[in-house]
């Protein structure tokens, strides 16, 4: 059973940063797996963010091109997201997940941009 967590959230001032991570646990050929981010504003559904691939090739969405960059670790089974000059917008609830054999979801890191 493969198990995602995602840590490093919190609450930080609007033009900060805060760095993100996801540990993939289980039976899993992690480094060959295109991996994602995806985030959950409130009253809102989860969207897409950031990937990238096995190789290293990496795709944002256009609300966070330029601020945010995601990174792997695959001696770590570890996929990080680097946010920086954080929005208020950016508020929201972020999760990772394998884009090639979707995985359980994991519980997510709360992320809080004040203003």
């Known amino acids: 059973q493969v198990q995602l967590v995602e840590s490093g959230g919190g609450l930080v001032q609007t033009g900060g940063s805060l760095r993100l991570s996801c540990a993939a646990s289980g039976s899993i050929s992690f480094s060959r797996n295109a991996m994602a981010w995806y985030r959950r504003a409130p009253g809102k559904q989860r969207e897409f963010i950031a990937r990238i691939t096995s190789g290293g090739s990496t795709l944002y969405d256009h609300s966070v091109k330029g601020r945010f960059t995601v990174s792997r670790d695959n001696a770590k089974n570890a996929v990080y997201l680097q946010m920086n000059s954080l929005k208020p917008e950016d508020k929201a609830l972020y999760y990772c997940?394998?884009?090639?054999?979707?995985?359980?979801w994991g519980q997510g890191t709360q992320v809080t941009v004040s203003s």
């Open positions: 997940n394998s884009l090639d054999v979707p995985w359980p």
